[in-house]
């Protein structure tokens, strides 16, 4: 009896152990798909999604006709020794771009070692963009080294034209917004986009402005908008009104 119990037992035994390494080997031998999705956040302490953005081709010299924006992913699964290149595609629904024409997509880069990284698009300045603002829904592609990530970051949006375009990051402290105002800010300031620093207690990005930096600047633009009213008294179009007619104020 003894001796039927221990060769059971020793089968089982073995038979347990077989299954066991057969599962490791399953599990060990397993490697997820490399995945990525957009990434874009704000620097606020809840790291806010980013689904769109805006540029206008007026705040690059005027021979210039493309211009590349870079857009952030991240990746998912293992990491890569090499250098691997994401490439976004596009989303035909709601797109009013046109690929080949007022657009391209080029291979992005996630670094050696690295999770984040980005995908490229190239914009082409086209003459329509004189008259309408074009936009493109655009989503990650396929290629030799991903697949798309997360569902809820799987698609992003790009709005683009040659006219002025109200940045998504206008500044409280500039005060309504209008065509005039803007360009009058970038023609005495050189500046055409304000990303702020969103929490005192988060460390500025390279690019951001503080509130003090935007409420000094909002400070020169009045003193700048003073002394061109003031050396332009009684000539057709001042003291500066934008184009609904208001005065232009900061």
């Not at 798909?33 to 769109?52: C, G, K, M």
């Not at 000094?216 to 009104?241: F, Q, T, V």
Request: glycine letters at 8%.
């Amino acid at each position: 009896m003894n001796l039927v119990y221990k060769v059971i037992t020793g089968t089982l035994l073995t038979v347990g152990i077989s299954v066991l390494s057969s599962c490791e080997k399953d599990i060990d031998g397993y490697v997820q798909d490399a995945r990525v999705y957009f990434f874009e956040r704000s620097n606020d302490l809840n790291q806010t999604r980013i689904s769109n953005r805006s540029f206008t081709f007026l705040t690059v010299p005027e021979q210039q006709m493309k211009d590349t924006l870079y857009i952030k992913v991240k990746t998912m699964g293992e990491v890569s020794a090499v250098d691997r290149y994401p490439i976004a595609k596009t989303v035909a629904e709601g797109s009013t771009a046109t690929e080949g024409i007022d657009y391209e997509f080029i291979p992005g880069l996630v670094a050696a070692n690295q999770i984040e990284g980005n995908v490229a698009v190239v914009l082409h300045r086209t003459a329509r963009l004189k008259n309408e603002t074009v936009l493109l829904n655009l989503a990650i592609g396929e290629s030799a080294d991903f697949k798309g990530g997360v569902t809820e970051d799987g698609t992003f949006t790009l709005r683009w034209s040659d006219r002025l375009v109200q940045p998504d990051t206008w500044p409280f402290y500039f005060g309504t917004y209008s065509d005039v105002k803007y360009q009058f800010i970038i023609d005495h300031l050189g500046i055409a986009d304000y990303p702020h620093q969103l929490s005192p207690r988060i460390e500025a990005q390279p690019g951001e402005y503080s509130i003090a930096d935007l409420q000094d600047m909002a400070s020169r633009l009045r003193i700048i908008l003073r002394e061109e009213n003031a050396a332009n008294e009684g000539k057709p179009g001042y003291p500066l009104r934008d184009e609904n007619g208001a005065l232009v104020v900061f």
